[in-house]
């Protein structure tokens, strides 16, 4: 059975604003279904024309884009509560790729109604604005962590990063989070070897920041790591959600 919108287990994190009655009930008639799929299914394929748009209700993904000479850059990580399409939603088509990690839920959402969505609901819409704003508020800082940061740093930037966003979601209980990525994913997203990658991950595990093995996180100390990072440590803001 698909989960009903004014059931979903997202709107009990308080990383998540609130929906109203009324936003719930259009929700519910923009959501044609649900969508079940296993580790290493494409969602969405660069170049591809989806149909149907999707929220991550349970599990997640990549987003990755491959160079005309096969390597991969990761560009960020999908979680829960994410939103995933907006571009082909916008542009016609994706420019990038996504992929199942894990088992994952998703929300599938219909796109032809993708603009009386906008026309019909402005609030919702300015969500979406958000939501696209704070992709490219995350991107610049990825960015600044491939271009100014040290293996170190970044590594340490990314492994904060992850780890907050689980302790908002509820997937991290007492600095312990299972995540489905490899260390390759991760050596994809910030520009580094696989073996420098895992150089580094030994240094911070020697040091006793964090250790990533057999698809669990544990971060010792978020202050400390964050201070490895040259990052200041904030309070995820409240975002919306499809």
Not at 46 to 63: C, W
Request: hydrophobic share 45%; with cysteine; glycine share 8%.
């Amino acid at each position: 059975m698909a989960t009903k919108c004014a059931n979903c287990p997202l709107q009990r994190s308080d990383v998540f604003i609130d929906l109203g009655e009324d936003e719930i009930r259009f929700m519910q008639k923009f959501k044609v279904g649900e969508l079940e799929v296993n580790p290493g299914t494409p969602l969405l394929m660069e170049g591809s024309n989806s149909p149907q748009l999707y929220t991550a209700l349970r599990g997640m993904g990549v987003r990755y884009k491959t160079l005309a000479n096969g390597n991969r850059q990761v560009i960020n990580f999908v979680f829960p509560g994410d939103f995933i399409g907006l571009q082909a939603g916008v542009m016609g088509e994706m420019q990038h790729s996504v992929e199942a990690k894990s088992p994952m839920t998703l929300c599938v959402f219909d796109r032809s109604e993708f603009w009386s969505f906008f026309k019909t609901h402005p609030e919702r819409a300015f969500d979406l604005t958000w939501m696209a704003a704070a992709e490219e508020h995350f991107l610049g800082e990825a960015l600044a962590s491939v271009g100014q940061r040290t293996a170190f740093e970044a590594i340490s930037w990314a492994l904060c990063k992850i780890m907050l966003r689980g302790q908002a979601l509820g997937l991290a209980i007492d600095r312990v989070m299972p995540i489905p990525f490899r260390q390759q994913d991760l050596a994809d997203a910030l520009g580094l070897s696989l073996v420098h990658t895992n150089k580094t991950l030994s240094k911070l595990r020697n040091r006793q920041l964090a250790n990533w093995g057999d698809e669990i996180l544990v971060v010792n100390d978020l202050g400390a790591l964050a201070d490895a990072a040259g990052m200041t440590l904030e309070p995820l803001m409240k975002r919306p959600i499809m």
